[in-house]
């Protein structure tokens, strides 16, 4: 599909910064005018005024913005979080996280901001070469949850949309092997559990009239072992999307190019690159890795400033073959799931990557499992590994040893690989499990 917004997506990726500027001191002047969680924090470091806060070229200068921050400010009189700036009657949508850490969050979206996710998922899923008049089946419960607006982008970009949802597997098969869609949205876990599930039942998954698979919601579509096995068993070309609930669904799309993903946020979102350990910045330079921090440039419901996203990623910033300036990413992992073995940082997804250089003797499937509670860890770490078939002792044995010798080699951690029997690993139709927390 051509670019939603060429003369914004094709735009050279130098001039940005100037195009953001003013948006960025009109946000400014919102957040002390209408955000008493801003006010308050401007108030602690200093700034009075929003001439005290300054322009965009000193954004690194202001406060990073906490996910725990959003938390403590939300209380039965604000349910919304005191960073909310709407009044009720200019909310259009509420949406809520999943809570799977405790109490849900709320994310209120003015019409225009609910627009302003619409058009950045539209620039995302573009990306990935859908046409108008195509058919696109999706997999995610959306109702109440912020992948509702990414949705909402398939009727932007003219495709017939097939919601069939999670937790009934057959129901997808059957609205595929029907209806004929030639692309279909799902995280990469349910991507690989499908090729597994139809491949037991006779299925040839790749004779299916889907081309196209946009995966999302978790990292894993971009590690090639993992991309490999899908677009094998599929049949079909596998591209991967980004976003973060608080800011904007889906902020990063990847092109057929596959060189990882675009952003598509432009004009409405700025980003920055930043060190997870210290909060210093980073330069926006190819090849540069650190955890992504982004700011609204337009949001006039709940914008945040300095957003510590949590998502570790790696910077691209080539030209590319599709027309699309923006920089690139590939994220490696969530830098609240990384674990730290004496000393070395470890990603779950990195871990997954290497164990999957070994298929076909594996399925891909593994488990981490912690000796103890917390982010630190006592090597060697202990890590469940699903064989492919039946292996008899000795090749367990010596799989677990060459696995165990990989992930030294590249990983630079010492692990305690245990070999377990295919199929026994917890399968996901949403997204996948790779660590489990000692109780």
């Known amino acids: 599909m051509s670019l939603v917004d060429p003369e914004i997506e094709a735009a050279p990726w130098g001039d940005q910064a100037a195009s953001d500027a003013p948006l960025y001191t ?9 955000s008493r969680f801003y006010r308050e924090k401007f108030g602690a470091a200093g700034l009075r005024s929003a001439a005290d806060a300054g322009g965009l070229g000193t954004i690194a200068a202001l406060p990073l913005t906490e996910k725990s921050e959003l938390r ?7 349910p919304l979080g005191s960073h909310c700036t709407a009044e009720r009657g200019e909310i259009a949508r509420i949406y809520s996280t999943s809570g799977t850490t405790g109490t849900p969050s709320y994310i209120p979206l003015t019409a225009r901001d609910l627009d302003v996710w619409v058009q950045t998922s539209s620039r995302s899923y573009a990306a990935s070469g859908v046409e108008r008049g195509e058919t696109i089946v999706s997999t995610y419960n959306a109702g109440p949850f912020v992948a509702g607006a990414a949705l909402a982008a ?6 017939c949309h097939v919601p069939v949802g999670t937790g009934n597997t057959e129901r997808l098969i059957t609205a595929i092997g029907k209806l004929k869609p030639t692309a279909a949205v799902l995280t990469p876990s349910y991507a690989l559990h499908l090729v597994e599930w139809a491949a037991q039942r006779g299925i040839d998954l790749a004779r299916s ?11 894993g579509g971009g590690e090639p072992a993992m991309r490999a096995k ?8 596998v591209t991967e999307a980004m976003g973060i609930g608080d800011i904007g669904v ?10 990882g993903m675009h952003f598509s946020g432009r004009g409405f979102v700025h980003i920055e690159l930043i060190d997870p350990d210290t909060g210093a910045a980073k330069d926006l330079a190819d090849g540069a890795e650190g955890e992504l921090v982004l700011t609204h440039l337009v949001n006039r419901s709940a914008p945040l400033l300095r957003f510590r996203t949590r998502d570790h990623v790696r910077v691209h910033t080539g030209a590319c073959a599709c027309g699309r300036t923006a920089p690139r990413v590939r994220c490696i992992g969530r830098t609240d799931d990384m674990l730290i073995v004496r000393g070395v940082n470890l990603f779950p997804s990195a871990l997954r990557e290497v164990v999957n250089e ?10 981490i499992r912690p000796k103890a509670p917390g982010v630190r860890q006592d090597p060697p770490l202990p890590v469940a590994v699903e064989m492919a078939g039946d292996l008899t002792p000795d090749d367990k044995a010596h799989l677990a040893e060459r696995i165990r010798a990989r ?4 990983l630079i951690v010492a692990t305690d690989i245990h070999i377990v029997p295919a199929g026994s690993l917890p399968r996901s139709e949403y997204k996948s499990k790779l660590v489990e927390k000692p109780h």
Not at 209 to 219: C, D, F, M, Q, T
Not at 230 to 237: K, N, V, Y
Not at 407 to 410: L, N, V, Y
């Open 230 to 237: 899908l677009e094998a068993g599929w049949g079909a070309s």
């Open 407 to 410: 992930i030294r080699e590249r």
């Open 358 to 367: 070994f298929q076909p003797e594996v399925t891909g499937m593994l488990l």
């Open 250 to 259: 889906s902020l990063w799309g990847e092109c057929e190019a596959k060189a």
């Open 154 to 159: 398939f009727d932007r970009l003219g495709l």
């Open 72 to 78: 403590a400010g939300a209380s039965d009189e604000a």
């Open 26 to 34: 009109a946000q400014i002047a919102h957040l002390f005018g209408k």
């Open 209 to 219: 009239s889907v081309k196209r698979v946009l995966v999302a919601g978790e990292p």
